[in-house]
């Protein structure tokens, strides 16, 4: 019914060459739904990392959807950092920071940002969410086609999983993880800590699912190189965690996750042409 590859952390500057080619070849070879990139496409917001993500990106098939990660700040320009710490990754991707959201009749992706150029705490590689983008992006998921599979995609993990090797420590993540499972967001998907996992959002309904994708940098912790295939039908939803050998990609680990049921009616669904409904797709401009 839908297939949507997801890469993530790809730290150009540092990525693993071979793994990211192979990663092209193979979306190329895959028909899918959406190529998805949950962030961290450079490693220091140098100008040069911006300008080889921006070509490997446009080199992915059609329809993709980019979203920015901690990494993806101009690591060395404090002013860039406090007043437009996005603008560089804006320009390279096509794609907007905040409020951008893909959607089809099979799919819809709504991106939130958790990354800051500076925070108010030591460490500014952790997370933080807004709530009301949460709410905006809850609220748009909540008005996807009948039967669509629904993605809120961020980098920085709402749920920690335990024995990942790092965490996103999000600000307000808790509440926005219930906001988004209370919405029938199906999938929170996002990179960050470099390994793959998908485990259940114990909150509402617990038919919300974490989602986390691992890397195709150097920068690997305990995991190989790799991205997520996630397929879905009416019931099930399948994410197979593939990984990189050195000479292919193969199935590392796969989780299969209850879907949650659409109970709507098409006489009864928001539809755009109602006030309230559906924004505009956001895509990628043609290349």
């Not at 794609?95 to 959201?101: I, N, R, S």
């Not at 669509?148 to 995609?153: K, V, Y």
């Not at 989602?211 to 995991?223: D, F, I, K, M, Y």
């Not at 006489?267 to 990628?284: F, I, S, W, Y």
């Amino acid at each position: 019914m839908g297939r949507v590859l997801q890469f993530s952390d790809v730290h150009f500057g540092c990525e693993h060459k071979r793994a990211c080619a192979a990663a092209l070849e193979y979306a190329h070879a895959t028909p899918n739904d959406l190529v998805l990139i949950t962030g961290d496409i450079t490693q220091k917001g140098f100008p040069d990392e911006f300008t080889a993500a921006g070509e490997w990106m446009r080199a992915m098939p059609e329809p993709r959807f980019v979203i920015v990660g901690n990494h993806d700040v101009p690591y060395w320009d404090a002013i860039a950092r406090v007043f437009h710490p996005w603008r560089a990754f804006e320009t390279a991707t096509g794609f907007p920071a905040h409020d951008g959201q893909f959607c089809s009749d099979a799919v819809m992706v709504r991106g939130v940002v958790t990354a800051r150029g500076w925070q108010a705490r030591p460490n500014w590689s952790k997370g933080v969410i807004d709530l009301d983008q949460t709410r905006r992006a809850a609220e748009a998921l909540r008005q996807a086609p009948i039967g669509a599979l629904r993605i809120l995609a961020c980098h920085h993990p709402l749920i920690e999983m335990v024995g990942t090797p790092m965490t996103g420590d999000v600000k307000r993540g808790d509440e926005a993880a219930l906001i988004f499972a209370e919405a029938g967001v199906d999938l929170i998907m996002t990179g960050h800590v470099h390994v793959p996992f998908a485990m259940p959002i114990p909150l509402a309904d617990r038919c919300s699912y974490a989602v986390g994708c691992g890397t195709l940098s150097h920068r690997e912790r305990g995991a190989p190189p790799g991205f997520n295939q996630i397929d879905w039908d009416a019931k099930t939803i399948t994410v197979t965690a593939l990984a990189w050998d050195g000479t292919r990609y193969s199935s590392q680990q796969v989780w299969r996750l209850p879907r949650r049921q659409d109970t709507r009616k098409a006489a009864t669904a928001p539809r755009p042409d109602r006030p309230g409904a559906l924004e505009k797709a956001v895509v990628a401009p043609a290349s």
